[in-house]
């Protein structure tokens, strides 16, 4: 029986090929995209979830009460893991990170930059980085021990054993390697080369007590059959007990396995992160897979009348409504078998390229026999969606009624047909308006004002001897003609790397706990950055020697301190007393998608890790950065000249937002595209099934444009009422996206008035390729039989 409806299945197939072709073509497309969209889904949820442990391992979190809501952050003080370990015994293991640190590892004439961290011994108990060589419990003992990856032990000791050898860091101090990890995985989002153990830095003196530097992640593990949630009220008071200076400061553990997934936090309470992205895309891969579906209905019942006789003679020699039913499904099986294969094709095909665009290692195993059970799953599902109303449809024809010509039903106002093309376009003018808002959202933003000059702007780290030859290198940059401007920052302008609610000055509010960024920056920081005094004048150590403790405040600082006469008022910061010598207008710092924060820039006595350099607009560029190289590698030689452009960093900041736009784009393309394949056809059936109407239409003098305008109505009247549903649809979801951006666009009734006109465009110039063909065919033929 099976292999009897499969023969007719196929049959039917061949015999229908344009029909077939669209529902193949419209399904294969939307399970590809599925596919695509599935396989990024599952490596994001992957997302550091093969640690052994990892339903033990928790990081540590803080809450405090900030501008009347809770702020929470993952930043803690280098001296809580101590603490922690110390006086809790339901901690099995604990660890601190020292997030990025870059070094550089000498070995004779070679020189490699890496990037790794600071860990504690436990580092390798909490988290399941497989050791090459060497031991879990011994590897990160030493004060100069490092462990390094697979992958950059070659690269600095070629095919040679590394564990063992020597190797010499940031020009200083002398490691010995203990061991040698496999490179991390790529569904990790750790990303080091290198682990330095904890005891250097205490060597170091870099080991500080201060509960008030919040500058490092803390890692916990607990033991085996530890109550949670006992254990999080048991740690709340730690920074009471421990932090005089914040006692309203709450400590709890937040579960590791959430954290890449589960990142945002608003009044103290976990909002989303990465999560409403893979919901997102996830509710669109699903729309796209049902408006592929819905064609295939669509189509199916369109021809309708086409298989009506067929029915009706099974039925009459003793077909049953479930036998019709199994072989109807059968058909819509076979046809998403087919489609499966040809998606499974585009797959293969582009999943190199979407993986480039996502910046995500993606890979597709084929011998992983989970996947073609979950890919059998989809296809099964899929042409079981498709095909179950046209199957019920179908065989719920009476086969008397077919035969005598008479089971044709009077036109409804409202058939499950017309209801799957609108909601089919209804999702299409949603994803336009969508695509445009974000457009508008983008280039709102990246036209914003940043405050400062971005034009041939560079900036590259203090490494090695660079701050000790500070002044030598600027002098000669300036000397030379290379730069026309060179100061040093505490980081980069594109972002700021320190900030506190502990800033002091005359007429605070001590319940105000508002956070303030601190900027430390040198002589000329308004010239090199181009930013813009409005009151008062830039450092100038040369001119004015106590400007080493001089600080500078935007507006929304002075805004916040409420000072009627800025300069010469006094903020007090980390013990120092800061003179204010001048305001500067706010420039963006972090998101500019955000209002700007308060910000107080601190003069020469701050720490400085960064240097500024303003090239001559006079030189080529390329000319400007080998005259810095050369400089640079003459006061600092064992280190490389690494340097990025300011303008490429701000730009940097708009990636994130404008892959999701792309994104949105390339799914909206394929929605239209899916969306007309089945208006194509079924404008095809229904002129079909008009021909002889039109023929006596043309007989009696209708014009072309006329019957072409009978044709296309009935569309174009399920175009408006998707219209009129998806205005206010996408209205509702789009400001809610643009909620969570401070610097945002205003949604304008004009978005969505274009969307309407590209929406009925579109339709209309699918379905009248149709109706001109039908009204402009050849009233005989239609009419010969009659």
């Not at 009422?721 to 643009?738: C, D, E, K, R, T």
């Amino acid at each position: 029986m099976i292999k009897n409806y499969l023969k007719i299945a196929w049959r039917n197939l061949i015999r229908n090929k344009s029909f077939s072709l669209l529902n193949i073509v419209g399904l294969s497309i939307g399970l590809a995209v599925t596919a695509l969209i599935l396989i990024w889904i599952s490596f994001e949820v992957g997302i550091d979830q093969f640690h052994e442990n990892k339903d033990r391992i928790y990081q540590v979190y803080n809450k405090a009460p900030v501008d009347g809501e809770l702020w929470t952050w993952n930043s803690t003080p280098k001296v809580m893991a101590s603490v922690i370990k110390k006086d809790y015994p339901e901690v099995e293991a604990v660890s601190r990170f020292y997030y990025d640190t870059p070094l550089l590892f000498a070995k004779g004439d070679k020189r490699i930059k890496s990037t790794g961290t600071i860990v504690d011994p436990d580092f390798l108990k909490i988290f399941s980085f497989p050791l090459l060589e060497g031991t879990v419990e011994t590897v990160l003992d030493g004060v100069n021990s490092v462990v390094i990856t697979e992958t950059f032990a070659e690269k600095m000791f070629g095919n040679e054993p590394a564990v063992g050898k020597m190797v010499k860091v940031d020009n200083a101090d002398s490691f010995m390697v203990t061991g040698i990890l496999a490179d991390l995985p790529e569904n990790s989002d750790f990303d080091f080369e290198f682990l330095i153990p904890w005891k250097y830095l205490v060597q170091k003196g870099s080991d500080d007590k201060n509960w008030g530097n919040n500058s490092v992640a803390t890692y916990v593990m607990l033991k085996e059959g530890t109550d949670y949630e006992a254990f999080s009220g048991k740690i709340e008071t730690l920074r009471k007990r421990y932090d005089k200076l914040s006692p309203d400061m709450v400590t709890y553990l937040y579960p590791w396995s959430r954290t890449w997934l589960y990142s945002e936090f608003e009044n103290g309470k976990e909002v989303g992160g990465r999560i409403d992205l893979i919901r997102m895309f996830g509710i669109i891969a699903g729309i796209i897979l049902i408006i592929a579906c819905i064609n295939f209905m669509n189509l199916s019942t369109a021809r309708s009348e086409k298989r009506a006789k067929e029915v009706g003679i099974r039925k009459t020699v003793g077909a049953k409504k479930g036998a019709l039913i199994t072989q109807f499904l059968g058909e819509s099986i076979l046809i998403s078998f087919l489609a499966a294969a040809i998606a499974l094709i585009i797959v293969l095909v582009s999943l190199s390229s979407f993986s480039t665009f996502i910046e995500k290692p993606l890979s597709l195993d084929l011998t992983n026999v989970w996947f073609w059970l979950a890919a059998l799953g989809v296809v099964l599902f899929t042409g079981v969606l498709a095909g179950s109303y046209p199957a019920i449809y179908l065989s719920g024809f009476e086969a008397s009624r077919v035969l005598k010509g008479t089971f044709k039903k009077m036109d409804s106002p409202i058939t499950p047909r017309k209801v799957l093309v609108v909601f089919q376009f209804t999702v299409a003018i949603i994803l336009i308006s969508a695509t445009m808002i974000v457009g508008q959202q983008l280039r709102k933003v990246e036209d914003r004002q940043s405050g400062y000059t971005k034009n041939n702007l560079v900036y590259t780290m203090m490494e090695g001897d660079t701050e000790k030859n500070y002044m030598l290198i600027k002098e000669e940059l300036l000397a030379s003609g290379t730069a026309v401007s060179v100061t040093k920052t505490g980081s980069p302008i594109t972002q700021t790397w320190s900030n506190s609610w502990g800033f002091q000055w005359k007429g605070k509010d001590e319940d105000n706990k508002t956070l303030v960024h601190r900027f430390p920056a040198d002589d000329a920081i308004a010239k090199t950055m181009g930013v813009e005094m409005v009151v008062g004048r830039d450092f100038d150590l040369k001119r004015f020697p106590t400007d080493s403790t001089a600080a500078i405040i935007n507006e929304s600082a002075l805004a916040l301190m409420k000072f009627e006469d800025p300069i010469g008022q006094i903020i007090r910061d980390n013990g120092i007393d800061w003179h204010v010598i001048g305001v500067v207008k706010d420039f963006v710092m972090n998101s500019p998608f955000q209002k700007v924060e308060p910000m107080v820039i601190e003069g020469a006595k701050a720490f400085f890790n960064v240097v500024h350099i303003k090239f001559n607009k006079e030189l080529k560029t390329a000319e400007s950065i080998a005259q810095a190289e050369a400089i640079f590698r003459k006061y600092n030689p064992e280190y490389p000249f690494n340097y990025e452009f300011v303008d490429q960093a701000y730009a940097k900041k708009f990636n994130d937002e404008k892959r999701t736009g792309e994104l949105v784009s390339m799914f909206t393309l394929l929605t239209i595209f899916i969306s007309c394949l089945g208006l194509f056809g079924l404008a095809s059936y229904m002129a079909e099934n008009r021909i002889r109407e039109i023929g006596i239409r043309k007989v009696l003098g209708a014009s072309i444009l006329s019957i072409t305008t009978l044709l296309s109505i009935d569309f174009l009247k399920l175009i408006l009422v998707a219209l009129a549903i998806a205005i206010p649809s996408a209205w509702y979801f789009m400001s809610g996206w643009l909620e969570s951006f401070a610097y945002r666009v205003d949604i304008s009734w004009s978005t969505f008035a274009l969307a309407g006109v590209l929406a009925l465009g579109i339709a209309l110039l699918t379905i009248s390729y149709q109706a001109i063909r039908a009204a402009a065919a050849n009233p005989i033929k239609s009419l010969r039989t009659e």
